[in-house]
């Protein structure tokens, strides 16, 4: 596990920002989180969990995708969808992950995961 005992808050947040930045890349702003939720979300989520290395990265996006669509948390996982393609996850992988999170969690869920899955493919196509 990666050790972050020996870093800041603020190298922590600035990890997470940077890290943040990279997954999100190119998706459109939504209204802005309160300063205390963005130090827990840059700090916490993205400088200290998800730089754990006992996971790799794209796995942790693709755990996140799964959680994200079986909870039915639509406007995150649009968001998460963007990040793994950009950490370089391809549509086909993405596909059967919601097909196996239609198996597990509903049909509902894989269902209209995949229809946000096209909707964010589409939107990135154009934006390329």
């Known amino acids: 596990m990666s050790d972050t005992s020996g870093t800041t808050d603020a190298e922590r947040f600035a990890a997470g920002r940077e890290l943040a930045g990279r997954l999100f890349a ?3 702003r ?3 989180l309160p300063r ?3 130090r827990h979300t840059m700090g916490h989520l993205f400088g200290d969990v998800w730089q754990d290395d006992r996971l790799a990265l794209e796995s942790r996006s ?7 669509a079986a909870l039915g948390r639509d406007a995150e996982l649009r968001l998460h969808l963007r990040g793994a393609r950009n950490l ?4 086909d992988t993405l596909e059967a992950m919601l097909i ?5 969690a509903g ?3 894989g269902a209209t995961g995949l229809r946000i899955l096209d909707e964010v493919w589409e939107q990135m196509d154009a934006d390329d």
Do not use: F, K, Q, S
């Not at 370089?88 to 549509?91: A, I």
């Not at 196996?100 to 597990?104: C, G, L, R, S, T």
């Open 26 to 28: 190119g998706a459109p």
């Open 30 to 32: 939504d209204r802005p």
């Open 36 to 38: 205390e939720m963005v």
């Open 62 to 68: 693709l755990v996140t995708c799964a959680v994200l």
């Open 88 to 91: 370089g996850h391809d549509r």
């Open 100 to 104: 196996h999170v239609a198996h597990y």
């Open 107 to 109: 049909w509902p869920a």
